[in-house]
């Protein structure tokens, strides 16, 4: 999904954009938490999107297997204890839109004749 852009935005659009930008956010955080913790995410994943899809949930079980055994609990990401060192936003905040690239796009038309995409 995209937002809506920046011109002439009501106050619906202009929720929706910011919504849409907080959990995209957040999304981005977690994914770089797994990043962190799993190295096969730090590189582009050559392989069917259903196998990415398999890759990144089996990583988010692992992950929180392994934080289990660490003795790390809910209690600790609500009191931001948790080390987000690897996450720093560069000096240019505003988000930019771009199209995305014609692989994505094929990927994407891939998952929807599939039945992957929700």
Known sequence: MRPFPRRGLDNVRRIYNYRHSRARRTIECAFGVLVGKWSVLKT?????????????????????????????????????????SWFQMDGNTSATIARPGKQALDICALAVRQGTAN
């Open 44 to 84: 582009t994943l050559n392989m069917l999107p259903e196998n990415a899809i398999k890759m990144v949930l089996s990583c988010c079980v692992l992950h929180n297997f392994v934080r289990r055994k660490e003795g790390v609990s809910l209690d600790n990401i609500e009191s931001n204890e948790i080390d987000n």
